[in-house]
Nanobody, 115 residues
């Protein structure tokens, strides 16, 4: 069974950068699509972006130009690099892996941006 774990969250000042990671188990990680959502208190869960098995990416307009995703298939890990962070980026960041096994979510990692 595929397991997904996020890491790397923390506290950062507005304008700063942070990189969070999403690791997923399985020998066919290179075939997974990995997606990110975020959940802020009192708000609906928001889609952030995805990275496909071929490395192509798509991002929400709210993060486009500031966030970038990359993958290291040798480490079964996708990285979400977040630059020029804003207080409104504060949220729990959750990733999921999808493939022939369906969709598996991680537990999330907290990102807090102070003004």
């Amino acid at each position: 069974q595929v397991q997904v774990v996020e890491s790397g969250g923390g506290l950062v000042q507005a304008g700063g950068s942070l990189r969070v990671s999403c690791s997923a188990s399985g020998s066919t990680f290179s075939t997974y699509t990995i997606g990110w959502h975020r959940q802020a208190p009192g708000k609906q869960r928001e889609w952030v972006g995805i990275i496909r098995s071929d490395g192509t990416t798509n991002y929400a307009d709210s993060v486009k130009g500031r966030f970038g995703m990359s993958r290291d298939n040798a480490k079964n890990t996708v990285y979400l690099q977040m630059n020029n962070l804003k207080p409104e980026d504060t949220a729990v960041y959750l990733c999921y892996a999808t493939g022939g096994f369906g969709v598996v979510w991680g537990q999330g990692t907290q990102v807090t941006v102070s003004s």
